[in-house]
């Protein structure tokens, strides 16, 4: 039985094949549309879940209040610190309770250190009119910023940008009391310099100039004195060099002989200091001699001396008679021949 139904239904689908009619399989149309309505699904989760990462995990929410214009700046706009990508601004808008300031919405990345000194200023970019906020500030001793008493967020410290600066300079300038006085004081400056430039002045200076034409003639005059000069101070430059030169090979030597000649010295001034402590230990161990010596054999030495003194007369009186009268030593001395009458 079940072999007959299978049999029909191939010759059923022989059939529509052999007649052109195209067979179609069957579609789970319930499981394709879950699965669309799945993945659907997930792909909103994601967006939701980045879109909220992204402006309340990441960024923290301040404001700041500018007085000037913000021509240039967009919602989108880059927020720098020192330089650096750091937010984004989130809203412009007109500050409700003063039409003069723009309130501006910034989110800034989480951890910037955002500190009650941090001011806010507008910069444009080059030619192209973009602004961008650029925080500054932001001292290590400085607190966190914090939102007040009454304030959504906490509120970043404004300052003027470099245009506002110079449009208000210039404005000053050229208003009627600025220009005023720009006025008076050019006259003052053109009076001063009339006042310099009087009759006597002019002279002076004539004289000055006529003065400085003579120097440079006389220089002219002497440019072939003042090369040789030149040349002589240069070859004496060079002298001076050679000399330092030659200085600079002896005098280590002359330094290396000169220590050479102190250590010496010094070795040898040791040596005396030894030899003066040596001498003086050997009077202080002979004291006691040397005072026995001056009071026994002192005397005796100067009898001693005496007694010689007389022998050497007594022999050199002998060593005369001797040199006159040689045979004096043989037979004795003649005796004195008498006088008359004797």
């Keep these: 039985m079940h072999t007959s139904r299978l049999s029909r239904k191939h010759e059923i689908r022989t059939t529509r094949y052999e007649k052109g009619i195209e067979v179609e399989p069957k579609v789970n149309y319930i499981l394709v549309g879950a699965f669309v309505a799945v993945l659907g699904g997930a792909m909103l989760v994601g967006v939701l879940w980045m879109g909220k990462s992204d402006y309340r995990g990441i960024y923290d929410r301040y404001e700041a209040y500018f007085r ?56 444009t970019q080059g030619l192209t009119g973009l602004a961008t906020i650029n925080l500054t500030g932001g001292s290590k001793e400085a607190p966190r910023l914090e939102a007040s008493e009454g304030q959504a967020y906490p509120v970043i410290k404004t300052g003027p940008s470099l245009f506002f600066r110079l449009d208000e300079a210039i404005s000053r300038l050229l208003s009627e009391k600025g220009l005023s006085k720009l006025l008076a004081d050019m006259d003052l400056a053109a009076k001063g310099a009339a006042d310099v430039l009087d009759e006597e002045n002019r002279t002076a200076l004539k004289r000055t100039i006529t003065d400085l034409s003579e120097v440079m003639h006389s220089v002219a005059a002497h440019r072939a004195q003042i090369e040789a000069g030149l040349n002589g101070a240069a070859q004496s430059a060079d002298n001076l060099v050679k000399v330092t030169a030659v200085l600079n090979e002896q005098v280590p030597v002359m330094l290396a002989r000169i220590n050479k000649s102190a250590a010496a010295l010094n070795a040898m001034t040791e040596e005396l200091a030894q030899t003066s402590k040596a001498v003086r230990s050997v009077v202080n161990d002979s004291r006691p001699e040397l005072e026995q010596f001056s009071r026994q054999t002192l005397p005796q030495a100067g009898l001693l001396v005496t007694e010689l003194r007389g022998l050497a007369t007594t022999l050199t009186r002998v060593a005369r008679d001797l040199e006159r009268e040689p045979e004096s030593l043989v037979f004795g001395r003649k005796p004195a021949p008498r006088g008359p009458g004797e």
């Design 68 to 123: 000037e214009s913000v021509a240039g700046l967009s919602v989108d706009s880059t927020v720098k610190y020192r330089g650096v990508d750091v937010g984004r601004v989130k809203d412009i808008a007109l500050n409700p309770d003063n039409p003069e300031e723009v309130k501006l919405t910034l989110d800034i990345a989480s951890g910037t250190p955002i500190k009650t000194d941090t001011v806010a200023e507008l910069h």
